[in-house]
Structure formats: C-alpha cells, structure tokens
C-alpha cells in the first residue's frame, strides 16, 4: 500500500491505496466519485475522462498513485453552488445526452477543449471530443451544445441567443 | 481490467531512475505517459514485478535547441509538443504527425519518448524520426550514455536498441531549416486514430526542383522504413504531377506490409504509394 493525497472537487483526501489501482477505481469506489464512469478496457472511449492538475486525462489510464500531489476535477465538481457549469446547462438544454452515459466525459473534454479554444470551429469541436464515444446521439448535438455553451462562456455570463435547430421538445 | 500486483517507483532524477531500475528485479518496466503500458499491462499482456514511473524526472521532459539541432526530453507529452515554439520553428513534420497522434486526452499524458521506445508499427512518430534522421540518447546502468541513430534505433515489431537496464533520455533531431517543406500524410479508420498505412516526408528544393528528398512510411512493416527507391527517383526532379507521380510508384519497394482487419498487404502497398505522392506534392509546395 502506497499513501496519497490527493485533492478531488476541491477537498483534499489522503488514503493507502494499492499502486496498481486505477485513478477511476479510486474515485468511484474509494471516494465515492461516481459521476466519473468506465466505459471500456481500452483507453478508447474517453468515458471516465477527468481533469489532473487542469488537463483533460482518461481516468482509467491513470494510477491514483500518480495522482498523488495533484488536483483533480471531476464531473462532480464543475457546478459551483448548485448552479450547473456553462457547458452542463448546454447538454441539457440542447439535448447533447441520450442515455447520458459518455455525458460526464464529453462534459470534461468539452470543458478542457474550450479552456484552450474559447471559439471553436465545428471541425475543431469533433476534433477536440474525439477520444470520446457516443453510441447514442450521432454527436450532432453535441457538437451544438458546446456551440452554445462556447457563445454564453464568451459573452461572461450573459445568455447570447441560442441556435435551437437540433434541440427537440 | 485491472493490472497484476507490482512494486511502485517515483524517482525524481535520471540517476535514480536508472538506480530503481537496476534495484527492481527481473522484470522491469518504465513508466512514461503511460497511454500504451497501462491498457497492456489492464490486460495482463505485461504484469512487470516493479514500475518506475518516470513522470516526476523534470530533467527528462522539454525541448531546447543545441546548435543546428533540437533536443527533446523523452517525457515531453505529445501536447507539450504542440505548444512549443522551437518545435513549431523547426520541427514541423513532428508537430503535424503530432496532431493525428490519439486524442487530446491522451496527448496530455502520452510522451514523445514512450511512442518511440514502444515503436508499435502502426504509431507515427517512429517513421518522422527516422526521415529526420534523429538520434537517440540513451542512458544504461550507472549512467554510461551512448547514442543510437534513427536507422538502428528500430529493430522489429515493438522492438528497440533499448537494452534491459537502459533508458532512452532524449532525442536529438536536425533542425529544419525555410528551404525544406514537410508533410505527414496518414490514412485511419474515423473512430481509431492509428495509421493503416502513413508516409513522412520533408523535401528541400529549389526554384520548383528536389534537392534532396527524405521519406519514411508508418506500418509498411514491423518497424518504419523509408521509401529509398523513391527518395532516389526525386533527386534532381522538377516537381509536377507527373515526375513526382512516377517517383512515388517505387514507394513500396522494399516493404513487407501486414495484412490484418483494417487492409490487406497490397492494398497498404496501394496506399503507401498514393500517400507518398500526396506528401511529396504537399511538401514541395503544391
Ligand atoms: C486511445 C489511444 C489512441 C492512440 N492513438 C495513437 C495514434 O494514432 N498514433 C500513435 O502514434 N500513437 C497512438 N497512441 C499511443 C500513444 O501515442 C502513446 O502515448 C505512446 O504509444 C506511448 O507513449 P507513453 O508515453 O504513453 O508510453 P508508456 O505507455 O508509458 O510506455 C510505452 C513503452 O515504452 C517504454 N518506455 C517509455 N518511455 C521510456 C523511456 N524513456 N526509456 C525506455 N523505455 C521507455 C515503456 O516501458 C513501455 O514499454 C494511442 C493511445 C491510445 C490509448
Ligand atoms: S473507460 Fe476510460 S477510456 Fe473508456
Ligand atoms: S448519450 Fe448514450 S452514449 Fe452518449
């Protein structure tokens, strides 16, 4: 057993962890992270995507003894004050999710992806979601919802016109 | 999947990385990104006695320039590549081949020394250091260093010079001046960003015509090999359609594609020609 500490959503926890756990193992089962999900064994599906020291990083590829020191943000940890983040409130309103479990990834990696592009293009939106799966939605609204999540995070906070097309009532 | 049981190392120097290395018993396996060792070893393809992660040596990771070459830290991520000016100066050809590589996630962790040191046929940064005719650092027990070029760097199916004990510290690869243009042309299936088949290519010409000409392919075989019949047929060249066509005919020449679920061998043969051609073009500016 190896001791880490390590800070999730903004608490900090020190706990003896086996070096072979996976950094989504600890999170879900240790701290009770369970927003963060597994949705392969092959690095492939971005499901479990989280973000280490600020970074977008794929939970599973990752050992929590490697997160020792760090700072981790996790889908749980990006609404402040029980108001959903920006990029959350677009996948509901634009329908981005169906069965909603690659949702906490593609929420990660579009979060990282914005934080280095605040106005991407749509090649640049598929491109920066593209180690993450979706088996349901075809990611069309996907890709409107960081589209309308980028134009309310560029206008600090204040709500610009939506482009509704995709959504369905 | 989770990995068999092993004994965890996180030295902070290249010193005590080798030292960790040579304490760790039989079977020993360096840690870098992680993004190709974590999947094998959660599928018990590897189960090494000791890890030593590698991610703490700061030393390791970084690009700076020594004379006409740049010098890149093996644990410089993939994304630490894209955002680095000498690399947008003078390596270009590793900055486009950089882009394809995986996704942003896994570019956040993947290193350019661990693609390397894996060199799976199929991963892209192999073939751009062997048509820029790197060379490779390598630090062995006790610190002893010596260097490997490209050629022999590359020995079969994720298979290096590296020897049990040693530890590839950085890659020394010849800058890139205005006068050369690059191009790193790769086919993949849309959800896999692994190459079926890729082709690197840097030209240097003048006045519309080929001086020099250096080309490697990605997955043409167990290890990147470069295209030398074509190279040849481009010297002295004035670039059009047509010459450079013919020259990119020969670009499997020498090769031993795989067949496998993604391409047959002469469709890769098929592809590395038309890919060759794409790249040569490009690289010369049309
Ligand atoms: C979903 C996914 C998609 C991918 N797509 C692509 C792609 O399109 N193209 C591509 O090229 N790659 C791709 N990769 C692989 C990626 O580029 C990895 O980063 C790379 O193969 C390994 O780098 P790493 O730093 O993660 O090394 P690790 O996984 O940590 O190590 C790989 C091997 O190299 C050895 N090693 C590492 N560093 C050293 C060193 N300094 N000295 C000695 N030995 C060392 C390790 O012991 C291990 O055997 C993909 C990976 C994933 C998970
Ligand atoms: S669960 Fe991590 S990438 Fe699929
Ligand atoms: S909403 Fe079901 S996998 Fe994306």
Redesign the pocket.
Known sequence: MTQITVRVDGVSYTDDVEPRTLLVHHLREQLGKVGTVVGCDT??CGACTVHLDGQSVKSC?VLAVQADGSEVTTIEGVAEGGVLHPVQKAFHEMHGLQCGFCTPGMIMASIDLLKENPSPSELEIREGIE?NLCRCTGYQNIVRAVQQAAGEMGSHGTHTAPETTGAQA | MIPAAFAYARPTTIEEALQAIADGGDDV???????????VMRLRLAAPETVVD?TRVAE?RGVCEDGDHLVIG??TT?HDILVDPLIAAYGALIAEATE????PA?RH???F???L??A?P????PAVALALDAEFVIAGPGGARRTVAAADFFVDYLTTA?EDG????EVRVPKLGAEWGVRYEKF?RVAQ???IVAVAAAVRHEAGRIVEARIALTNMGPTPIRAKATEAALIGVDVSLETVTAAAAQAAVGTSPSSDLNAQADYREHLAQVLTKRAVLAAAGI
């Open positions: 690095s492939n590829t180690g | 396996k360096v840690l870098a990104g992680g993004q190709s060792l974590i999947p590698l390791l093996a644990m993939h394809t590589v995986a996704d896994v962790r993947g290193t020394g661990g693609a040191a894996h799976d199929a991963g892209d940064l590296l040693e530890l590839l510290v993949n960003a692994w190459s």
